[in-house]
T-cell receptor, first 115, second 111 residues
Framework: GAGVSQSPSNKVTEKGKDVELRCDPI?????LYWYRQSLGQGLEFLIY????????KSGLPSDRFSAERTGGSVSTLTIQRTQQEDSAVYLC?????????????FGPGTRLTVT | QKEVEQNSGPLSVPEGAIASLNCTYS??????FFWYRQYSGKSPELIMS????GDKEDGRFTAQLNKASQYVSLLIRDSQPSDSATYLC???????????FGKGNQVVVIP
């Protein structure tokens, strides 16, 4: 079946601009996660959505970052007033959300370059 | 102390040999453990999950978990050039939604 999809695959933006990154999880998966991976760094958790519950935003690095998930499916990660340190690969993952089933499946990522 | 630690140096193994990767974690409350494979320029791909102490085998891969010693390992038997990638260890803590990842181990299989 279809995996997690993300768009765009690449995004180049100027410092100070806003960007929106999109994630479409695996059909039927209620849990959705955003991570980012910077050169030489590990994967860093950003935010987690589970069904209709309030999102876990504990990993967002600043108030320039926000995310929403509409209709329990597609999610959008927004970065306002981008900075060069925001350059990274932004990865979305989804899981079933069922108890004792915690495997997360990643999308192909969006490579963000802030110039 | 880092939440999840992996040896940083690349591991070179001849084709057909066993590659052994180790990962330690700091939180005793961790409950779920995963190994991901990441090819250069690609996203992580889940290859193994393990929840209980002991060994879990899937094809040429074996994951080993020892909660008392707080480590999880991955063995790749009969290594193939296509196994050349970075392997990421990930840990989920009880009551926490996210995965914590190690920095990864690069494996190079030499034909």
């Amino acid at each position: 079946g279809a995996g997690v999809s993300q768009s765009p695959s690449n995004k180049v933006t100027e410092k100070g601009k806003d960007v929106e990154l999109r994630c479409d999880p695996i059909s039927g998966h209620t849990a959705l996660y955003w991570y980012r991976q910077s050169l030489g760094q590990g994967l860093e958790f950003l935010i987690y959505f589970q069904g209709n519950s309030a999102p876990d935003k504990s990993g967002l690095p600043s108030d320039r970052f926000s995310a929403e998930r509409t209709g329990g499916s597609v999610s959008t990660l927004t970065i306002q007033r981008t900075q060069q340190e925001d350059s990274a690969v932004y990865l979305c993952a989804s899981s079933t959300g069922r108890t004792l089933s915690y495997e997360q499946y990643f999308g192909p990522g969006t490579r963000l370059t802030v110039t | 102390q880092k939440e999840v630690e992996q040896n940083s140096g690349p591991l070179s193994v001849p084709e057909g040999a066993i590659a052994s990767l180790n990962c330690t974690y700091s939180d005793r409350g961790s409950q779920s453990f995963f190994w991901y494979r990441q090819y250069s320029g690609k996203s992580p791909e889940l290859i193994m999950s393990i929840y209980s102490n002991g060994d879990k085998e899937d094809g040429r891969f074996t994951a080993q978990l020892n909660k008392a010693s707080q480590y999880v390992s991955l063995l790749i038997r009969d290594s193939q050039p296509s196994d050349s990638a970075t392997y990421l260890c990930a840990v989920k803590r009880y009551g926490n939604n996210r995965l914590a990842f190690g920095k990864g181990n690069q494996v190079v299989v030499i034909p």
